[in-house]
Structures are given as C-alpha cells and as structure tokens.
C-alpha cells in the first residue's frame, strides 16, 4: 500500500486540528514556508500557534500571524536565550505585544532547561519569574518550557497567581508529574514524541490525563512524529499525534481531535474559525 492510502485510512478527511505549539519563523521554513503554511490548511489545521523563542524571533513569529488570520503569536525569550537580557529586550516585547494584540495570544516559550544548560541555572530561575511578572501584567497565558526541571518549575510556578492559565508545552515528564500540574490547573500539551515505541510514560500521560485538559502540538521543526521521524516537521503532522492518541485511549480521533482544539482555542481566547 502506498503511503496516500496509508494515511488516509489513518487520518479520515475532513476533521479540524489545532497546532498549539510550532516555530515557523525558523530559517529551516525559509524555503517553502508559505507552502507549508497551505499545506497545513488543506490538511484540516484549522489554527497553529507560532511560538518565539528570543526577541528576533518573536518579532518574526508576529510578521508571521499577521499575514494568515489562522495563526497566531506567542513571545517571549527560551530558557536557552536568557543570558545577558536587557530591560530593553523585555520593553520591546512588550510593546510587540502591544501593537499587535490582535494576533499575539500567548506568552512564551518561557521555563527551564536543565538538560541542555546553555544558561546558568540562576539566570534561567530569575528570567523565568521575570517573564512569568510581565505574562501576569500582559495578562496573557503562559507557554512553559520544561525539560528535566520539573521541581523547580513546579516551584516557581506555583509562587505565581496564573490567571491566565499555564500551558506545560512537549510534556515529557511522568503520570504523577501531570497529576501534580492538572491539579494546579495547568494545561497539558502532547507532541510528536506520543507516536514513539520508546515513550511509554509519554503513552501512559496521554492515556490518563482528561481529554478536557489537553493540547497537542507538532514543535515544528523538531519531533517529528511517526511516519515521518527523522525528517523536518511541520504543523500538518499534529494530525498523527491526534490519531496515536486516539489509538491510546481507544477513542475516535474525531474526538481527540474536536476536544484539543476547543481547548486550544478557549486557552488562547482565540475564536471558532
Ligand atoms: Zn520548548
Ligand atoms: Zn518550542
């Protein structure tokens, strides 16, 4: 069988996605990324969230939104990128959003990264509570980045009154961990990783969580999901993420697929298309 009538039988046409979580500013797009961008749109990706990671790249991510009413922003500076920020960066964030509320919807990525530490462990703690100060001033919902620092987010997070919402972005921690944070009434955002045979706590968080409390994302370019791992990713391949997650919890991914993006849409106040 080929690979079109492969996917058609997993992806049923007509069901509507939403990509919580996607970095099409990135230079990897730069070739084709208004091809893509239709692509997406062809295969039911009804609204994509383009997410920056430092301020040249949230001043993208918004020139981006800006030219297709179905996507939308989220800025902000990675954990990777917080050394050295200036107040100015922060002012120009800021005033990004400002201009362009329309189309910003979220602030983020924004956390921790313990395993790749390209910053300081002080500096991330201190920028992360800055960032999470300015989300809570914008009122804007948070995107969190959490990789092996799952203590200290959970700590730093919860000194916060997060009105807004809190979404833990690529979940990659386990079941208990997502209890912890579903208690604290953060969301939860699943990526192409579900689609792994190497997952299997990944497996067990799609499986338990309550489909009212998930998202799912591509984190595009990175993590690709199963059939195309390995290989560039892109917001039409959240379709795949739905449809192991539908496998999981023996659901239709109709079902997976309506209940993540109604609570995308009501987390990023961002309205039916
Ligand atoms: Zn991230
Ligand atoms: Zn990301």
């Not at 994509?48 to 996507?71: C, F, P, R, W």
């Not at 953060?186 to 990526?191: A, L, P, R, T, V």
Request: glycine share 6%.
């Amino acid at each position: 069988m080929n690979r079109k009538n492969t996917d058609t039988l997993i992806l049923p046409p007509g069901i509507a996605y939403f990509d919580s979580h996607c970095h099409l500013d990135m230079n990897t797009y730069d070739e084709d990324r208004n091809e893509l961008i239709a692509r997406a749109k062809t295969a039911g990706i009804t609204n994509v969230m383009t997410i920056g990671t430092d301020l040249k790249s949230s001043e993208a991510a918004v020139n981006i939104a800006l030219q297709h009413d179905y996507i939308f922003a989220a800025v902000g500076i990675h954990p990777h990128d917080v050394d050295n920020i200036r107040d100015s960066t922060y002012d120009a964030l800021i005033n990004l959003y400002k201009k362009n509320s329309s189309q910003v919807k979220g602030f983020g990525e924004i956390g921790l990264d313990y395993y790749k530490n390209y910053c300081s462990k002080e500096v991330q703690k201190r920028e992360f509570a800055r960032q999470l100060e300015i989300a809570a001033d914008l009122q804007l919902p948070v995107i969190i980045h959490d990789r092996d620092a799952d203590n200290d987010c959970f700590d730093i997070l919860s000194s916060f009154q997060l009105k807004e919402g809190c979404l833990m972005h690529c979940f990659g921690s386990d079941y208990p961990f997502a209890r912890k944070v579903l208690d604290r009434g953060m969301m939860i955002s699943i990526s192409g990783v579900v689609t792994f045979k190497n997952a299997p706590e990944l497996h067990e968080v799609a499986t338990k969580i309550p489909l009212d409390r998930m998202m799912i994302e591509t984190d595009g370019p990175y993590l690709t999901p199963v059939p195309y791992r390995g290989k560039r990713n892109e917001p039409a391949h959240v379709r795949y993420t739905a449809a192991r997650i539908a496998e999981l919890r023996g659901i239709s991914i109709e079902e997976v697929a309506e209940a993540t993006s109604r609570n995308a849409r009501q987390y990023f106040h961002i309205e039916e298309p």
